[in-house]
């Protein structure tokens, strides 16, 4: 039965070769979407969940939905301390975000200054390799970096003093701190250019007004996909501190997970319909090799074949067919998804060195990665999508009565 | 036992408003070893007595009997097995399969019946070579001359050593000494083997190597002729 459909397929070689170069680059333009797609997921993950979460979050009971600078931790030392016990291959980062102005002799700025362990920081973000004039965070409790705009606002260089001032936890006056600028940070970005500063975490504790506070403890583990379970564990280890939740990282960050989500979903819902074109194609060889075949088919009927068998033969064709067009697809969709791979798409001539969605900031450079699991699940349902292509001429063909069918030219 | 018995056989035909009929009240009964011609002008009912015999299609009315088996009974599946396992055909137009060597063209029945593939093999190269065609089994029918597309078909329709051969105008489409050939070789069969053979046929080299002609006039047997 597989020889003669093999057979079968090659009568006519053109028409045979089109449509599995049609399933191969259909395939192979789906394998470079799910490679792009599943790099710039990667990205967007690991430095979204670096810079504005962790794979482990503690925080204050109601931060999440609030977003309230003064609802805080108030035993900052001792929950950093116990995770990083419980979790030692991990990174841990408290982090203080204070919402205030940011002034100079010749100028102001509104801003979030970002209390911060500049050393873990510095292993989780890119941040410190954009400073551009000066130094990352140094423990130095007066220094403050700055972005490249917020500079140019304030006209102030490396050097030079700043103050901020703001009002925190409750409190009736506003409270003032000095800095001196010891590194000016640019990242291509505005919003982080013009409105974003780092000092050290007491710093900022100072500013706030009480020390020991923070708005979030994050845990950054090596493996992401344990971010669920160590998030359980967390819970259990802090059990005995009120007023905290411990969130794994897509609760906290529903809505970059949400955007993920949505965006592989419309994906899936593209690259279905593509499938669906290519198996139209399908259809169309599988059909018109089967209407050309009637007179045979009525022949193969009259010899004892039973219709049942006829249509195994036409949807066994199908199957063939979707077996080389998915196999080429998948040769092929590895070898032009290789360049992505180590060498990335680069639209930094269009968007600048970063971009930003959903309010993390990426390189330009876009690089992609292997999905084997998609890859591979994309590759099954693109050989039976065309095998299903060959249904509806296998129904046909097994309703031939063998006198009709024969009398067929 | 007889091998085909039928008794007052209609066939109707709807074509548009008309109703075609083709075959109206045949009587006719076919013994094992026969070796009988249906012959008669077109439209004389041969090919779809012949259609109705090879239960390639089923009568208006009237009673049918092949190898013993009533037709008018047997399901759609069962009809696709007497055909498999009891009947052979050989078509005016050799209708072989052209992606298939002459040797796979003449084990497809043998093959559908299930049968292992070194005895297959074994029984089909002695049958092309009954047919005179050793020698010739990896040949694709487009390599084969008419005369020898149809020893394939013969050798197809033996192959699985059937009860009964239906064989529709087998020497229309081949030239004189290639269809006397071609007589012969199924006389040979007839004779040597024992084989049933029915013809629709206006040849009249057939007909006179045939032991029996049974004349058909509008649909009905209007001669049965045993030599």
Do not use: C
């Not at chain 2, 001359?145 to 059937?162: D, H, L």
């Not at chain 2, 030239?175 to 007839?190: H, P, R, V, Y």
């Amino acid at each position: 039965m597989v020889v003669l459909a093999m057979r079968n397929l090659f009568r006519n070689t053109r028409r045979t070769l089109i449509t599995v170069l049609a399933i191969t680059f259909g395939l192979a333009m789906v394998h470079l979407t799910i490679t792009l797609q599943t790099g710039s997921y990667a990205d967007l993950i690991r430095t979204g969940v670096s810079s504005m979460a962790g794979h482990v979050v503690v925080q204050a009971k109601g931060y999440q939905e609030e977003k309230d600078g003064d609802l805080v931790l108030t035993r900052t030392a001792e929950i950093s301390q116990r995770l990083a016990k419980a979790f030692p291959e991990g990174t841990i980062a408290p982090r203080l975000v204070l919402g205030g102005l940011i002034t100079s002799p010749r100028g102001s700025v509104g801003a979030a200054v970002s209390g911060i362990d500049g050393a873990a920081e510095a292993k989780l973000q890119e941040i410190d390799e954009h400073v551009v004039q000066g130094t990352w965070l140094t423990g130095d409790a007066r220094g403050i970096v700055i972005g490249r705009d917020m500079a140019d606002a304030l006209q102030v260089g490396f050097g030079d003093k700043v103050v901020y001032m703001g009002q925190h936890g409750g409190a009736t006056e506003v409270s003032s701190r000095l800095f001196r600028v010891i590194g000016i940070f640019r990242m291509g970005n505005a919003d982080l250019d013009g409105f974003v500063a780092f000092v050290d975490l007491p710093a900022a504790q100072e500013a706030f007004g009480q020390p020991d506070v923070a708005n979030q403890v994050t845990v950054h583990l090596p493996d992401p996909n344990r971010s669920p379970a160590a998030a359980a564990e967390a819970r259990t280890l802090l059990a005995d501190i009120d007023g905290i939740e411990v969130l794994d990282w897509k609760q906290a960050l529903p809505e970059l997970f949400a955007l993920i989500e949505v965006d592989k979903t419309s994906g899936d819902v593209m690259l279905f319909l593509l499938g669906a074109i290519v198996a139209m194609g399908a259809l169309n060889t599988v059909l018109m090799a089967a209407l050309e075949r009637t007179r045979e088919f009525g022949v193969m009927l009259a010899l004892g074949l039973r219709p049942q068998q006829l249509a195994r033969l036409i949807l066994t064709e199908g199957l063939l067919l979707g077996l080389m067009g998915a196999g080429l697809g998948l040769v092929v969709g590895t070898a032009l998804s290789w360049p992505l791979v180590h060498y990335g798409l680069d639209y930094s001539a269009y968007m600048g060195d970063t971009y930003e969605t959903a309010g993390v900031v990426l390189s330009s450079v876009i690089k992609g990665r292997f999905n084997p699991l998609r890859m591979t699940t994309y590759t099954i349902a693109a050989t039976f999508m065309t095998a299903a292509a060959a249904i509806y001429p296998a129904v046909q063909v097994a309703r031939l009565q063998p006198v009709e069918a024969m009398r067929h030219t | 036992m007889s091998i085909v018995h039928v008794s007052d056989l209609h066939r109707e035909y709807q074509q548009g408003a008309v109703t075609v009929k083709a075959l109206r009240g045949v009587d006719l009964t076919i013994e094992p070893g026969e070796f009988t011609a249906l012959m008669g002008p077109s439209g004389s009912g041969k090919t779809t007595l012949l259609n109705m015999i090879g239960a390639l299609d089923r009568p208006t009315s009237g009673k049918l009997l092949v190898d013993g088996k009533d037709l008018a009974s047997l399901s759609s599946s069962q009809l696709s097995d007497l055909r498999l396992h009891r009947l052979g055909f050989i078509f005016q137009s050799y209708n072989l399969i052209p992606v298939l060597s002459a040797l796979e063209n003449a084990e497809f029945v043998l093959q559908l019946q299930g049968m292992a593939r070194d005895e297959r093999r074994k029984r089909v190269r002695e049958t092309l070579a009954q047919v005179g065609l050793a020698g010739m089994e990896d040949r694709r029918p487009g390599e084969l001359s008419g005369g020898q597309q149809q020893r394939v078909a013969v050798a197809r329709a033996i192959a699985g050593k059937p009860a009964l051969v239906l064989a529709d105008e087998p020497t229309a489409n081949l030239d004189s000494a290639t269809a006397q050939g071609l007589i012969e070789l199924m006389e040979k069969l007839n004779h040597e083997h024992g084989i049933t053979f029915l013809f629709a046929t206006h040849d009249p080299r057939v007909m006179e190597a045939a032991h029996r002609v049974v004349r058909m006039v509008d649909g009905k047997v209007a001669e049965d002729l045993r030599k």
